[in-house]
């Protein structure tokens, strides 16, 4: 058999759908455990281990999987002697760790087989959390929508969630929510976390200066002149931003300050106590208080940070970042309403799973039913077997480009898939039939007719699922996006292809 | 050659079949209008409320007794694996507030015995504010859907380049006045595209006389009656009309499209079945698998060459039923082995299976009678 340009094409993408979902080298192949996430001011966070890293070996002894981790964590935590550090070594796939930590360092950090492919299921698949968040009598705007997505974002990883996403939605009606989604396990009082704004405090020692919201933060500067970045050397670069104080803050700021001594080791910039920011009850962050705040009533504050990196690029970035982080800190619980959860969907992680495999299943059933079909019609098992084989790396390429595009496979995207699929089907048994019959006009004309019976066909099948892809916050977009891309890829790429193997089988 | 004989004499005769079988189905539909105030019985995801999943023993008589006493409304039904092992238990009520929520949790575990944690049980709960814009949105999809379909269609086969160009027009317009949210932009821009409209069928003679005195009646009746959400519906009829008139072979596939989604949903709507979105949005992929067929037919009939009608029907009739059965015998295998596991998928299978067996008699009766009737006038 010649293999033509477009079967050539097709093989690519064969070749490039597996390479996406399997990754080079292939992650099923990878030794270690992923770090899912890392709890923020621990000294593991602090010594650099981070969200996604892969731990390799702990102490010299190797990890190739979660068993070999437990064990080998439980036999450091028996070396450990009441509250005593000890010295751990941890390899990651990126940097080594070597820090002194107490017996239960562990306790900060989870961790989670290297997933065997990169494809991402959907909440409903692998449980977790869906949820939809708007405004009680209030319809967001986009700028304050923005303001709750960051706000939100900040509070999650203050409670160390790893796969979060949080994201704009808006629906055919033009209302805008917060769409939560967190695969795995979750805290039991997350409904909480996302129904409320969050609280914010800023502490000195244990008294509380202010609290976020409008009564006590009156402005957050975010743009404008109040707000700028220097970089007085390379690696280094500082932000200032101002915030506006209400005067009673004022007030406790001047009586919390005033009998604060001066930092000696700071070189006489800063009071001996830090003000300190708390988020949910956590604290966040530390902040210097400059020696000219000590007593005195100001209600317009200039905040600075800094940021670090290699080069000038670098850290300007991070200090951008650093100077975000805080202002969305700062305006925690200063939005103007009320949350309410919309809908919310709290998937168990054990009931999700024997679905999978049961989908699999019905899969692979589903196509002996289509081979067992095409065979009895056509009679010719090489036919038939190139049907096959040309609707299976069509599934392959959908999850090639969903895994690409970290697209979220949930039940209604394998609905789409299950669509695409039969729409394929059907396309390939009009190529064959269209090559089979009136065998007076050439192959190639009979074979371009098929091919338009197919364009047209695609044709209504995409503009019939364009409106989908809104209504209802989007909560069916997966099933529109995946049965377009599959339709797609099918139509520009798996049957041109297949007409190609037809037109030689034929010949 | 008995066959081609009967069908020849017979083949407007049998359109009684589906005529029969829509006129029937709509008039079912009408009156379940009337009795529900709404065309379908719809499920828990579309009018709002609590599901709660569980794994357990208990039985479903059991707790449906014991919770029936506090709830007047509660739903419990199990999922099981395929051997039939019983998995979990299903409890749905309407209400979504927090408090009832708790309280349905409580009255659950006081029954089975157990805490429900988050790693034994599954909750799912939307609000009746958030389900109803939903449901109003994915209706007013499905209807697009099918007005873009039945425009390529017409794009596809209509002869009439201008009248083409209006239905694109029109359709925008319809969209714009369906979907807009802008409020500002949507009368001067419907009315734009209506004078255009207007203006170049009032140049044109003839058929598109007719079609212009329908536009008139149907855009006065749309603007002066009618709320401007309603107003697709005059719109769609005025398109369809306009398809009608103009090009035969298109509104042939485009009604045969609309049997196979009207007389699924009576059938659904007969055996009292409780719609959910992703059963809507089967409705929708109903659309695009079923016009595949008349599509195929069509392009076969009117673009053959030293072959009869019926030689062209019949091969499009071996290459359609062998599209269809595949797609039939596919989602039936996947069916029967998901099905225990109670998910949106189940649905989604049903109405596609119904809707698949239905498109047969749709494409092949309904679609083949009237292009075949339709080539042979030309003639």
Not at chain 1, 82 to 106: A, C, D, M, P, Y
Not at chain 1, 124 to 134: E, F, K, N, R
Request: hydrophobic residues 45%; contains cysteine.
């Amino acid at each position: 058999m010649k293999i033509t340009l477009r079967m050539w094409i097709m093989f690519a993408f064969i070749a490039f759908a597996l390479i996406s979902i399997f990754s080079i080298p292939p992650t099923f192949l990878k030794k270690g455990v992923s770090v899912t996430s890392v709890e923020s001011n621990t000294s593991i966070y602090d010594s650099g281990l981070r969200q996604n890293m892969v731990i390799t070996s702990i102490n010299n002894q190797q990890i190739n999987n979660l068993q070999d981790y437990s064990n080998i964590i439980n036999n450091i935590k028996n070396t450990f002697i009441g509250n005593e550090t000890q010295k751990v070594t941890i390899q990651t796939n990126k940097i080594e760790i070597i820090g002194l930590f107490k017996e239960n360092f562990s306790n900060d950090l989870n961790v989670q087989n290297i997933p065997k492919t990169r494809i991402i299921t959907g909440s409903d698949l692998q449980g977790g959390i869906q949820a939809l968040v708007s405004a009680e009598n209030h319809s967001l705007t986009t700028n304050e929508l923005n303001d709750l997505i960051s706000v939100t974002q900040e509070r999650l990883n203050v409670y160390g969630l790893s796969d979060v996403n949080v994201k704009p939605v808006s629906d055919s009606d033009g209302n805008n929510f917060m769409s939560v989604e967190i695969a795995g396990a979750s805290p039991s009082n997350l409904e909480n976390l996302i129904s409320q704004q969050g609280n914010f405090e800023a502490k000195i020692g244990n008294e509380t200066v202010f609290i976020g919201g409008n009564k006590d933060i009156t402005f957050v500067a975010s743009s404008g002149q109040d707000v700028y970045i220097q970089c007085p050397q390379k690696t280094l670069c500082q932000f200032y931003f101002a915030i506006t104080l209400s005067p009673g803050a004022a007030t406790r700021q001047a009586i919390l300050t005033q009998n604060l001594t001066i930092n000696a080791s700071s070189g006489g910039r800063y009071l001996s106590k830090t003000l300190d920011l708390y988020l949910d009850g956590k604290k966040i962050d530390s902040l210097n208080i400059g020696i000219d705040l000590k007593g005195r009533e100001v209600t317009n504050i200039e905040i600075s940070g800094a940021g670090t990196g290699a080069d000038q690029e670098e850290s300007y970035n991070d200090a951008k970042e650093n100077m975000k982080k805080l202002q969305t800190i700062l305006k925690t619980g200063s939005l103007p309403f009320k949350l309410q959860i919309d809908s919310l969907n709290r998937t168990s992680p054990n009931l999700g799973k024997g679905f999978i495999n049961t989908i699999l299943i019905a899969g692979l059933l589903a196509f002996i039913g289509v081979f067992a079909i095409v065979l009895i019609r056509y009679k010719k098992i090489k036919l038939s077997f190139v049907m096959i084989f040309v609707m299976a790396s069509e599934i392959l390429i959908i999850l090639g480009i969903a895994a690409l595009i970290h697209w979220n496979l949930n039940l209604a995207s394998i609905a789409g898939i299950i669509a695409a699929i039969g729409t394929g089907v059907d396309d390939q048994i009009v190529i064959v039939d269209e090559t089979k019959r009136s065998k007076s006009e050439p192959l190639k004309r009979r074979i371009k007719s098929a091919l338009f019976i197919i364009f047209t066909a695609y044709a209504t099948s995409v503009v019939s699922l364009l409106p989908l892809l809104n209504a209802g916050a989007g909560l069916l977009k997966g099933f529109a996006v995946t049965t377009l891309i599959g339709i797609t890829t099918g139509v520009f790429i798996t049957r041109p292809a297949f007409a190609d193997i037809v037109r030689q089988l034929e010949e | 050659m008995k066959f081609t004989r009967w069908y020849d004499n017979n083949h407007k005769k049998i359109l009684i079949i589906p005529a029969l079988l829509i006129i029937i189905s709509l008039v079912y539909l009408s009156y379940f209008t009337v009795q529900n105030q709404d065309i379908i019985y719809k499920d828990v995801s579309l009018t709002g409320g609590t599901t709660i999943t569980f794994s357990t023993n208990i039985s479903v008589s059991e707790l449906q007794t014991q919770l029936s006493q506090t709830y007047s409304d509660v739903s419990v039904s199990s999922i099981s694996d395929n051997t039939g092992k019983q998995l979990g238990i299903v409890v749905i009520i309407p209400d979504t507030n927090e408090n009832a929520i708790m309280n349905l949790k409580t009255s659950i575990q006081d029954v089975v015995g157990f805490q429900l944690t988050d790693e034994n049980s599954s909750i799912e709960f939307s609000g009746s504010t958030l389900s109803q814009d939903f449901y109003s949105q994915l209706v007013k999809a499905v209807i697009f859907a099918f007005l873009l379909m039945a425009l390529v269609v017409f794009i596809v086969f209509g002869e009439n380049k201008k009248i083409k160009v209006y239905s694109i027009l029109l359709t925008a317009a319809t969209a714009i006045l369906t979907f807009s949210v802008n409020n500002s932009i949507k009368i001067p821009l419907v009315i734009s595209v209506i004078t255009v409209f207007f203006y170049s069928l009032y140049l044109s003679k003839t058929k598109k006389e007719y079609i212009f005195s329908l536009s008139l009646i149907t855009i006065f009746f749309v603007f002066y009656f009618l709320p401007i959400y309603l107003a697709i519906i005059p719109l769609a009829i005025l398109l369809f009309t306009i398809y009608a008139v103009v090009s035969v072979p298109s509104i042939a596939v485009i009604l045969s499209a609309f049997a196979d989604i009207v007389i699924p949903l009576a059938i659904i709507d007969f055996f009292g079945v409780k719609i959910s979105a992703a059963g809507i949005v089967a409705f929708l992929m109903l659309i695009g698998y079923s016009v595949d067929t008349d599509i195929l037919l069509t392009i076969r009939v009117l673009k053959k060459k030293n072959e009869s009608v019926n030689n062209a029907i019949y091969g499009a009739f071996k290459t359609g039923t062998s599209m269809t059965l595949t797609s039939m015998v596919a989602i039936s295998v996947a069916l029967i082995v998901v099905y225990n596991f109670h998910s949106i998928l189940n649905q989604i299978f049903i109405i596609l299976i119904i809707g698949l067996g239905f498109d047969l008699i749709n494409t092949w009766i309904t679609n083949a009678s009237i292009i075949k009737w339709y080539v042979e006038k030309r003639k």
